[in-house]
């Protein structure tokens, strides 16, 4: 029986605790009385995960069962999210590769023809034909691709429908594609409460037309938190795009959610807390740190991001997005949801070499920020684990390093925009059109593998509670002028940070560690 998450106070007796710091991890000494939020136990996987998708399939959630939407002569659309999640990257086969050879069986019996498989990459990079395979599986891929396996086009003219406008006046624009067939199966898997629901297809088939609506300073100052819906007037802004969807267009959801098993067998020891380690854990952990410290950061890098989660899948549910979103969201905090009683004046996290966005890439210093402020500081529910102006420490090296095909509008970002003001507002007040619009970068994003134009102003968005919340970043191990561009300060170490905050919160801080990954959402009360 997995056990539930829990907080636990450091004393005397608490061993040093794991903190990853990108691409390596360190065993930290916190100072007594620390609370530190643990997730719960990774929940069991369902014993076979196939007959869990056919019966989801054939008995969803209010919607008719997935054989009697299919018929000769219609045209039907399969959507998949992109390589943004799971993170890590799932062992294969993917649960999305699963679940689209059941559909398409399905499909094939009541003689569906016109079907196509898009990627539902919004504004994100173009994935390659290797990653997508890898997603779909030979067999999909060999039947579909070119032809009819592809990525969502946010600036393809011809390849948009306009839907209509939300009572907020919110453009709805999205795939053609999809906007015109008599089906859309979205398949999705959720690794936070953040994903899935409305938002799979009104986000990841969506134009910047769209996009810029909720994705702003404003929407996100007002989403506490990303992972607390029912509070997000970003979801809200989702919501109601999807009303506007369901009329023109019929969607069939198809929602998978996994355990906490992030790391393979040869790192065991990350999943496993501390005072629980075995001795084959504590050597584990001594081998396996010399190792990736005498690594080239390169290679590391490369290392790091070969590495393939075990997940096992908790549940399948599919029907009506709106009834199948709350079984998945119970599934997601069956996971990762621990009572937290109140708010201190620190928090602490330590950020991992991943993030939605340097998946095969580099994690360059704007992801870090984004990961750190908006990922990680919204992994809570009714309040941040810190209070108002109150410290954010988060370790990470964060050195100035860029992927030029990948991330080419986040360099000019950090060199031409963050040297004249780190203040969202007047970012994209003053900036953001000419970024969105830009003819070079619309370019790469369309034939290249690079991330669209607009995409690092969003990535900064995504800090802005963090940083009218915060009276205070500083990043443990950070290069000290890339942290200082970013308008952050840099320490060397956790001590020489905690004396560095007491200027904000005193000589006798309450602190807060979200021990995290496996991710922990914190249910703060």
Not at 78 to 86: A, G
Request: include cysteine.
């Amino acid at each position: 029986m997995s056990r539930p998450g829990f907080v636990l106070e450091v004393d005397e007796r608490t061993p040093s605790l794991l903190v990853h710091e990108g691409d390596g991890f360190r065993l930290e000494r916190f100072p007594l009385g620390t609370r530190v939020v643990y997730p719960p136990d990774s929940l069991p996987a369902l014993p076979d995960v196939d007959a869990a998708i056919r019966r989801a399939l054939l008995h969803p959630v209010d919607a008719e069962p997935l054989p009697a939407l299919l018929r000769a002569g219609m045209r039907l659309t399969i959507v998949f999210d992109d390589i943004s999640i799971p993170l890590p990257q799932m062992r294969p086969p993917d649960i999305r590769q699963r679940v689209i050879e059941q559909v398409l069986e399905f499909a094939a019996e009541a003689g569906v023809d016109d079907v196509e498989l898009v990627a539902a990459n919004s504004l994100h990079r173009r994935m390659t034909p290797a990653e997508l395979k890898r997603i779909v599986g030979e067999r999909v891929f060999r039947a579909f691709f070119p032809a009819h396996l592809r990525n969502h086009d946010a600036e393809d003219p011809d390849g948009l429908t306009h839907l209509g406008t939300t009572r907020h006046g919110e453009d709805v624009e999205i795939n053609r594609r999809a906007a015109e067939s008599d089906l859309i199966v979205y398949v999705n898997v959720n690794l936070t409460a953040m994903s899935g629901g409305s938002k799979s297809v009104t986000v990841g088939l969506a134009s910047y037309r769209s996009l810029r609506h909720h994705h702003n300073v404003h929407t996100l100052r007002h989403s506490r938190s990303f992972n607390d819906p029912a509070n997000s007037a970003m979801h809200h802004s989702y919501d109601r795009m999807a009303d506007v969807l369901n009329d023109h267009v019929k969607v069939f959801t198809v929602e998978t959610t996994v355990n906490s098993d992030a790391f393979p067998t040869q790192l065991g020891f990350l999943n496993r807390r501390e005072w629980e380690w075995r001795l084959a854990d504590q050597a584990a952990y001594l081998a396996v740190k010399r190792a990736n410290d005498l690594t080239p950061p390169k290679l590391r890098r490369q290392l790091w991001q070969r590495n393939n989660a075990p997940y096992g899948v908790t549940g399948v549910h599919a029907g009506a997005p709106a009834s199948v979103h709350p079984l998945t969201l119970a599934n997601v905090h069956r996971q990762q949801l621990t009572e937290v009683p109140g708010q201190s004046d620190i928090g602490v996290w330590g950020l991992p070499y991943i993030c939605p966005y340097n998946v095969n890439s580099i994690m360059n210093p704007i992801l870090v920020m984004s990961l750190g402020l908006g990922y990680f500081f919204n992994l809570y529910r009714n309040q941040p684990i810190v209070r108002p102006g109150g410290v954010a420490i988060f370790y990470h090296p964060m050195p100035n390093e860029f992927h030029p095909v990948h991330h080419p509008s986040y360099i000019d970002f950090f060199e031409e925009v963050l040297s004249e003001t780190t203040d969202p507002v007047a970012i994209e007040t003053k900036y953001e059109q000419q970024y969105a619009t830009d003819p070079w970068y619309v370019h790469l994003y369309r034939k290249s593998y690079a991330y669209h134009g607009v995409h690092p102003f969003y990535m900064w968005y995504w800090g802005a509670h963090a940083m009218e919340h915060l009276g205070d970043v500083i990043f443990v191990g950070a290069d000290r002028r890339t942290a200082a561009r970013m308008g952050f300060r840099a320490a060397s170490t956790l001590n020489d940070a905690l004396e560095m905050a007491r200027d904000t919160v005193g000589s006798s801080p309450s602190i807060t560690y979200l021990h995290a990954p496996p991710l922990t959402l914190a249910d703060v009360r």
